[in-house]
């Protein structure tokens, strides 16, 4: 019967974990008013991209007008007894030369003087910081970015620790890992780490940027971080599939289509030259391993060199003479192994 061999040869296998891991942006704002009040306008919507500055929402404003323009008017009761004092101390002053007053009269118009004054001033400083209060009831984005869901509405009131909205950035992305206290003593950073899609193809790979110098008590597990350069797909707060590598090192690799399984225990069949210089298929009792890619790790029953059958492993049986018809392309030595450990 012809069929297809490989043969076997040892390949760089990785040893991993799969997590699940939490897409986080280094660049995401909670947006929170500064002031307290009901919001009277909604000037962004979900989704939209905005820039830093850029008007979000309105907290009516009218309690706050109405104190700065009292602070205002009493700013212009101020300034008027500045000038009149003022005048007070310059005619004072005038009439002390020529010995009509006495000392202690201009020292008392230049103390009217200098009170005026620093009531003038701390009228001024209260309508600044009234002002700058006044700003606050229109929230506009401290950066740039997408505006994420509005969980206020039109009417409602607010305080300093109601959340408004966030602001995301697609760039800065990184992949948060929290890794079981049993295997974090292998964690160190400049591991890679493979970003998994649904169907186990790897479509990015990092490298461990941070390792939490702590536990956390209420999960003992050690956070790992990983720096995203390419976003691509990726959003923030996404579950992510993560694998992280913990070594490589070489090993046998078998396809999956070349091992039967009968009655729990796996077999495989090697070519080998039999009596008369015929090749032979011979059965082995093999003990596979996990998975790398498509293929097997072998532990044990294989070794390297040897010819293995790839095709047409169910038509024969041990002892069966084939004819070997093409060699099969060898296994890929890329394929990563999720081996010592299951998914967390």
Request: net charge neutral; hydrophobic share 40%; proline share 6%.
């Amino acid at each position: 019967m012809p069929v297809e061999v490989v043969t076997l040869a040892p390949r760089p296998v990785e040893q991993t974990t799969e997590f699940v891991g939490t897409v986080k942006s280094r660049r995401s704002t909670t947006v929170q008013p500064q002031v307290e009040g009901f919001i009277t306008r909604i000037l962004a919507r979900s989704g939209d991209r905005v820039g830093a500055g850029t008007p979000l929402m309105e907290i009516d404003p009218r309690l706050q007008q109405a104190a700065v323009a009292n602070l205002e008017s009493q700013r212009a009761a101020r300034l008027a007894d500045v000038q009149y004092a003022r005048q007070q101390a310059t005619r004072m002053k005038t009439l002390l030369e020529a010995g009509a007053a006495s000392q202690a009269e201009m020292e008392e118009a230049q103390t009217r003087l200098s009170t005026s004054e620093a009531q003038l001033k701390a009228t001024e400083a209260q309508i600044r910081e009234q002002r700058v209060t006044l700003a606050y009831h229109e929230v506009t984005a401290p950066t740039a970015g997408v505006v994420g869901d509005i969980p206020v509405r039109v009417g409602d009131s607010v305080t300093r620790s109601s959340v408004l909205t966030t602001l995301d950035q697609a760039a800065g992305l990184e992949v948060y890992i929290n890794v079981p206290v049993q295997e974090a003593q292998n964690l160190r950073v400049g591991l890679p780490v493979h970003l998994v899609d649904d169907r186990g193809r790897i479509v990015s790979t990092e490298k461990v940027s941070f390792v939490a110098p702590s536990v956390d008590g209420a999960t003992q597990s050690v956070l790992a971080k990983a720096a995203i350069e390419k976003a691509g797909f990726l959003r923030t707060e996404q579950f992510v599939r993560a694998q992280i590598v913990w070594t490589e090192a070489p090993a046998l690799t078998v396809p999956l289509v070349a091992l039967n399984r009968v009655n729990g225990q796996f077999f495989a069949y090697v070519a080998e030259t039999g009596e008369g210089g015929a090749t032979v298929a011979r059965q082995r009792a093999v003990e596979p391993g996990p998975l790398a890619g498509n293929d097997y790790v072998v532990k044990s029953g294989l070794r390297a060199g040897e010819r293995l059958i790839v095709s047409g492993v169910q038509k024969i049986r041990d002892g069966a003479p084939v004819t070997i018809s093409a060699a099969a392309a060898p296994p890929a030595p890329s394929a990563p192994a999720a081996q010592g450990g299951k998914g967390r």
